[in-house]
């Protein structure tokens, strides 16, 4: 009995001494941002000078087992600076606190209103520097973002930068973009070119996309959302980085960064530079693009850091202009690749109408941050933009030699082409040249719209217990500058054109002569907004308003004599309120709501009818209400993120020319509502599994009130434009998509993208939708689903970190219906469409230094 007890008592002493033994190889901890304490998921935790580790889950938190002989951990995360740690057997590292491997970050995020996850209450969706560089690739800056939910992306002309992005059923006129925190929708329209910031790509360290009312205190007219861009600052590490990459259709690609990081004296700069060309997928759309950055930060001391940052992307493109028919494109040897809109001009391709542009779009910031105490800081940052550029147009009396009925995706019946079916602008220039006496009767004629922007944008905080509170300055002035240039007589000695009414229509006009119109619209903004924002450990809340003066004044060099060439201010004060509430139950699960009103100043189209400096009588502000709900999990290897949305977009304005005479639509009211739910899985350190779905129902509300004026405003008839219960188009309605990423073997990682669309309506023209008897839902395109792969594989080089990355889009080259035109009777023979492209790919590397 004694013998068998001593055995048992042995026994659990080998036992405890071995669990004892598998504790003291424990360590455990949490990852977080140095700066805000939020965690970091997906940190890299590996035991110095081996393979071993693992990464951080969504809470921050890792836990693994130490091989024997461990003595140190490197703790990294992309856009941080690795941190070491000793190690002294098993033991609870605690809070890890990662640092910014950029200058100023901080605070420039601050300024952009970058938002922490499960406590700011809204819907947030954040593309790291991380996923763009691995899996954009080829395409288009925005087009990163297709596996947003509620998010649509197209590549409209097909020509490089030509890509456009909805949220929640809204274009880009109704999204809100900033770059650091400074707006860059155009000032008139609203519209974002995404060809003028194609090298932001480049640059970018973060993307958010909030959805709905977004985090901005600024007093934005987005609609569905904000695109948040963050880009790169100056690198606090010292080092470079250069890039090679090829793609499909002659892309070729080049970059090199390099800084300085942060040297003793306080200064740190960094630099880069890229070239970008190749054919385009789409027939006749080779381009030519350039991209640079420059960021130079000097710390003056504790308080104050200046920053400068410039950036800027000079590009020329070719592109389509038009859509076409299904049929059409089948029966042409391009098939879905078919452009209309080029041909040949002294033997180089030469885009026509719609079929070139040109734009280059430089901005400056010079920021300053202050840190007045603990509590308190002051940011302004001062900007410019002023770009130049434009596209190419055609005109002249016999304009539609060179032209394509955009209305039908037919040729005219006069319209010239070459044996192979280009444009033929040798045949029209033989046609100008002989035209002796009338000159050229069709040319070449670039649209351009320079302008010049500048702004302060200032934003203090204070920090008192629980509240933050936020109020700041912004202040803008934009003038653009917009007219037609002559380019090219196509053969001529000369042009005619009447419509300056200060020339004699008998003038000979040559190359860079205006033509047409030319006219400057000035836009004075200036706005105060305020946050007050509560936090504590279980809950958090925030209220917001903003008001602002915003004024525009036109001049017309062309229609109107001097001393009468310059309107009158005319002057809105448009203003918004929003807050939310967000609750975090436990450390699992958390729910917000929010809701907002916002008033919206008109565009400036709106405000001057015609293009005249006549005011339009019945203009109205815009109003947005909306509100979501939402709810989020979070757990140490999976999160999930569901939210409810509702907006009502009231008195929308629009107004179109038809005919010479303008067509002023009101009441028009849109309401869009749905549903969306992403989620990420984690189960290990190789694997990573993404899936969105977004449901939505946007449609509009009522049938409307429409009214025709002449150029002098005369009321010259009305009609009724049946849109009741019509859905939005161009932006698909159902969407969904499912990620893997996996380590398939050590450095190698593969991955599998799914997209689906679906509810997808062509858009259409209000102006047509006058006879009841052809009412009804316009044309739904056929669902789609698409499939990318890629791969990345890290090695070393020289003692150099190197990754190849590989990416091939539309993999199983599936032929879909990207945007269209609804026809009169919205079936599909009578649609214009653009196809989207086929299977392309791209495959670069990158080494660091």
Do not use: C
């Not at 004694?2 to 026994?11: D, F, P, Q, V």
């Not at 140190?72 to 057997?89: C, N, P, Q, R, T």
């Not at 001391?301 to 800027?312: A, D, P, V």
């Not at 059409?328 to 719609?354: C, I, P, T, V, W």
């Amino acid at each position: 009995m004694k013998n068998a007890m001593r055995s048992i008592l042995t026994m659990a002493a080998i036992m405890m001494l071995s669990i004892a033994a598998i504790a003291q190889t424990t360590v455990k901890g949490v990852v977080v941002d140095g700066s805000t304490n939020e965690s970091l998921p997906g940190a890299s935790i590996v035991v110095a000078g081996t393979t071993s580790g693992t990464v951080s889950g969504f809470d921050g938190s890792f836990a693994f087992e130490l091989p024997k002989g461990a003595t140190k951990l490197v703790v990294s995360f992309v856009g941080f600076l690795d941190k070491e740690i000793a190690l002294k057997g098993a033991q609870d590292l605690g809070i890890i606190k990662l640092e910014s491997d950029a200058v100023g970050l901080k605070e420039v995020s601050v300024m952009a209103s970058i938002v922490t996850d499960r406590q700011t209450p809204i819907a947030v969706s954040t593309i790291s520097s991380d996923i763009i560089e691995n899996k954009l690739g080829s395409q288009e800056f925005p087009e990163i973002l297709k596996s947003t939910p509620s998010v649509y992306t197209s590549k409209e002309g097909g020509g490089f930068g030509d890509a456009s992005v909805y949220i929640r059923g809204f274009d880009s006129n109704n999204v809100g973009v900033l770059i650091n925190g400074i707006p860059v929708n155009d000032m008139e329209s609203g519209k974002v070119y995404w060809s003028n910031w194609a090298g932001l790509s480049d640059v970018t360290r973060t993307m958010q996309v909030q959805r709905g009312l977004g985090a901005s205190k600024l007093g934005l007219s987005s609609v569905g959302g904000t695109i948040n861009v963050l880009t790169k600052s100056t690198d606090a590490k010292k080092g470079g980085v250069i890039k090679s990459s090829i793609g499909n259709d002659g892309l070729k690609k080049s970059l090199i960064s390099l800084s300085t990081g942060l040297m003793d004296n306080g200064w740190a700069v960094t630099i880069l530079g890229s070239h970008t060309s190749g054919d385009g997928y789409i027939k006749g759309t080779d381009y030519d693009a350039w991209s640079y950055f420059a960021n130079i930060s000097k710390v003056i001391n504790e308080k104050h850091t200046l920053s400068f940052m410039i950036t800027g992307a000079p590009q020329w493109h070719n592109q389509r202009g038009n859509k076409h028919t299904i049929q059409q494109y089948r029966d042409h040897k391009d098939e879905f690749k078919y452009n209309s809109d080029y041909g040949m001009r002294e033997g180089k391709l030469y885009g026509g109408a719609y079929g070139y542009n040109y734009y280059h779009k430089p901005q400056a910031q010079l920021n300053h941050y202050w840190t007045m105490d603990d509590k308190t800081s002051l940011t302004t940052s001062f900007y410019a933009s002023v770009g130049s550029g434009g596209g190419r147009r055609v005109y002249g009396t016999q304009s539609k030699l060179l032209g394509v009925n955009y209305s039908t995706g037919e040729d005219y019946d006069v319209t010239m082409r070459t044996p192979d079916g280009l444009l033929d602008f040798e045949g029209v220039a033989a046609i100008n040249a002989a035209s002796t006496a009338l000159g050229s009767q069709a040319i070449i004629a670039n649209s351009v719209n320079n302008h010049a922007w500048y702004g302060l944008l200032s934003t203090l905080t204070h920090e008192y217990k629980q509240f933050t509170f936020t109020a700041g300055l912004d202040a803008r002035y934009y003038k653009g500058e917009h007219y037609n240039e002559i380019h090219d007589l196509l053969g001529g000695q000369f042009y005619l054109n009447s419509s300056n009414v200060n020339r004699d229509a008998n003038t000979w006009l040559k190359a860079d002569d205006k033509i047409n119109y030319y006219n400057d619209g000035e836009a004075l903004y200036t706005g105060l907004f305020g946050q007050t924002e509560y936090v504590t450990d279980d809950y958090s809340a925030f209220i917001s308003a903003a008001v602002s003066r915003k004024a525009y004044r036109r001049t017309d060099y062309f229609l109107y004599e001097p001393g009468n060439q310059k309107s009158d201010w005319e002057d809105f004060l448009p203003w918004n309120v929003k807050a939310g509430f967000n609750y975090k139950i436990n450390s699992i699960h958390n729910v917000f709501v929010n809701g907002g009103y916002v008033q919206r100043t008109p565009y400036m189209a709106n405000v001057f009818l015609n293009n005249t400096n006549e005011v339009n009588k019945d203009v109205k502000y815009e109003k947005i209400i909306t509100a979501e709900l939402g709810y989020a999990y979070t757990s140490s290897n999976f999160n999930a993120n569901v939210t409810l949305y509702r907006t009502n977009w009231k008195d929308r304005g629009l107004v179109k020319s038809l005919g010479g005479e303008n067509v002023n639509i009101s009441g028009l009211n849109q309401l869009h509502q749905g549903i969306e739910v992403e989620g990420e899985y984690k189960p290990s350190k190789k694997l990573t599994v993404r899936a969105m779905v977004s449901v939505g129902d946007w449609v509009y509300q009522d049938d409307v009130h429409a009214v025709v004026y002449d150029d002098a405003q005369v009321k010259k008839g009305e009609f009724t434009a049946y849109l009741k219960d019509v859905h939005v188009g161009n932006s698909a309605q159902l969407s969904g998509s499912a990620s893997i990423d996996y380590e398939v073997l050590p450095k190698l990682n593969v991955s599998v993208d799914y997209t689906y669309y679906g509810n997808h309506y062509a858009d259409f023209d209000a102006t047509k939708r006058t006879d009841i008897a052809t009412s009804g839902d316009s044309w739904e395109m056929p669902e789609a689903g698409l499939v990318d792969a890629g791969f990345r594989y890290k090695f070393q080089i020289a003692g150099l970190d190197a990754t190849l990355n590989t990416n091939v889009y539309n993999l199983f080259d599936t032929e879909y219906v990207s945007k269209a035109q609804d026809g009169l009777t919205h079936t599909t023979n009578e649609a214009l469409v653009y196809y989207g492209f086929g299977r392309t790919w791209s495959t670069g590397l990158k080494i660091k230094f």
